[in-house]
């Protein structure tokens, strides 16, 4: 296969089933030549990530919970091992409590707060360090996250903090490893039906609200967020780091509802 991403390799994080973005992204980058790694979190995952991977050509497949540093350790010592280095990865992660994704943020928990905050924000930060070492130059790394990290969206709560938390981390991460020639960026994807998706309060009604009021009059598809993502992990966009990068169909830049939606 010939493509952009030909003789390229990477680990895909964050694959559960066909409506992750991370698989979106994945089958961006197979189709464009890149050879992929998963990871899955424990096996009753492993039986839907591994025909996913075998459509994207790849038998190479390793269990990961951000939660034991051990695991993840271990993911990288089997790259190691069997790839001997590193190209890019997509770190497409993230859980909350969901009873925790409705009502006030003041009622966050402090153990959820903590949970959320290891496995949506700082797992980046463990799996970027062992990335880095096994990258040469012309290395990049992907994150996934969210508008409600700059503004309120409804009992998003305390995965919009994690979010902004997540952001700052990739700016310092792409200040530790720029001299190095590695770039660390994020994609901001507008609301997606997802399992983790669909874990947020009233996610429907966000999904409406997003298709009605932005500039493109539609949501966005995990197809749109691998298209970015492909620029984003190749040579494509080899001066852009520490970047947030929306792909939301522009709801960002929006400051009031529009015309139609108030009905005028
Ligand atoms: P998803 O449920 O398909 O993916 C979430 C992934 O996180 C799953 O593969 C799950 O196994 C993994 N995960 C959770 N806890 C883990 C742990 N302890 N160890 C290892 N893996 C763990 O949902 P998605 O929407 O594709 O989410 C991917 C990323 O995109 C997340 O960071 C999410 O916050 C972000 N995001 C989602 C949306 C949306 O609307 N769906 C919008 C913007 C950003």
Request: glycine residues 10%.
């Amino acid at each position: 296969m010939t493509g952009i991403m030909q003789g390229k390799r990477g680990l895909i994080m964050g694959v559960a089933n066909s409506h992750s973005i991370a698989w979106g992204i994945a089958r961006t980058l197979a189709a464009q030549g890149a050879e992929l790694a998963f990871t899955y979190q424990g096996e009753a995952l492993e039986k839907r990530v591994r025909p996913l991977a075998a459509e994207a050509n790849s038998d190479f497949l390793l269990e990961c919970d951000v939660e034991d540093l051990a695991s993840v350790d271990k993911v990288f010592s089997s790259i190691e091992a069997r790839w001997g280095g590193l190209d890019f990865i997509v770190h497409a992660i993230g859980f909350s409590d969901k009873n925790e994704l409705k009502g006030l943020y003041a009622d966050t928990t402090r153990d959820n707060f903590t949970k959320t905050m290891l496995i949506s924000c700082f797992s980046f930060t463990e799996v970027a360090k062992r990335a880095a070492d096994l990258m040469g130059e012309d290395g990049s790394m992907l994150t996934l996250t969210y508008g409600g990290s700059v503004r309120i969206m409804p009992n998003y709560n305390v995965m919009g903090v994690a979010k902004a938390a997540l952001e700052a981390s990739v700016r310092y991460l792409s200040s530790d490893y720029g001299p190095r020639g590695i770039r660390v960026n994020a994609i901001s994807a507008g609301p997606i039906r997802t399992l983790a998706g669909a874990g947020i309060s009233d996610a429907r009604a966000m999904l409406s609200w997003q298709q009605k009021n932005s500039p493109l009059r539609r949501t966005v598809t995990i197809d749109d967020v691998g298209n970015s993502a492909l620029y984003l992990l190749s040579p494509l966009s080899s001066g852009v780091t520490g970047e947030i990068h929306y792909v939301d169909a522009g709801y960002n830049i929006t400051s009031m509802p529009t015309l139609e939606t108030l009905g005028k």
